[in-house]
T-cell receptor, first 110, second 114 residues
């Protein structure tokens, strides 16, 4: 059984701070990792994908992957109230389907 | 560019009634198609996925079924809805192949069974 674990939160940060969201996964053969953002009542939208160990930056977002520790994280710099949402971590191994974590709720206070 | 359409956006159905949710993808060929359900306060649960016309894989046993009558059309059905079928139903697609690819979601259908 492939599992993806996330702290459900809520993670509360003040506006302008760095938000750090974490995810661990059980399948050591996982190769593709994704972060989705889901606003309340809306469908998930893709933020970042990462496939290699290290950091990948896109604007205010940085995804970090450590396959040895089976750990992937998402950093959001200069957090804004509009970043308040649930962040879903998703993992794929080869031909398999995506396995999602239950998500971490982020609250950014003005 | 590729787009995914899912309808209806909201649905209220009585227990025991049938269900049909439809999803279509534009701008791509032979996509992988997925049906997920998200119950209140819970994660995304994969219900069905399809890698081609007529090819359906079920992830969980339940009173739901799926069909793929055309390459870019995916339908979720039930003959008799249960209260436990309430939830947020999401259709998603991605391109086939071994590496990656990201899945993109439709706007979702909020189903309430009463």
């Amino acid at each position: 059984q492939k599992e993806v674990e996330q702290n459900s939160g809520p993670l509360s940060v003040p506006e302008g701070a760095i938000a750090s969201l974490n995810c661990t996964y059980s399948d050591r053969g996982s190769q593709s990792f994704f972060w989705y953002r889901q606003y309340s009542g809306k469908s998930p939208e893709l933020i970042m994908s990462i496939y290699s160990n290290g950091d990948k930056e896109d604007g205010r977002f940085t995804a970090q992957l450590n396959k040895a520790s089976q750990y992937v994280s998402l950093l959001i710099r200069d957090s804004q109230p509009s970043d308040s949402a649930t962040y879903l971590c998703a993992v794929r191994s080869g031909y398999s389907t995506l396995t999602f974590g239950k998500g971490t709720m982020l609250l950014v206070s003005p | 560019s590729q787009t995914i359409h899912q309808w209806p956006a909201t649905l209220v159905q009585p227990v025991g009634s049938p269900l049909s949710l439809e999803c279509t993808v534009e701008g791509t060929s032979n996509p992988n198609l997925y049906w997920y359900r998200q119950a209140a306060g819970r994660g995304l649960q994969l219900l069905f996925y399809s890698v081609g016309i007529g090819q359906i894989s079920s992830e969980v046993p339940q009173n739901l079924s799926a069909s793929r009558p055309q390459d870019r059309q995916f339908i979720l059905s039930s003959k008799k809805l249960l209260l436990s079928d309430s939830g947020f139903y999401l259709c998603a697609w991605n391109t086939g192949g071994f590496w990656n690819t990201e899945a993109f979601f439709g706007q979702g259908t909020r189903l309430t069974v009463v």
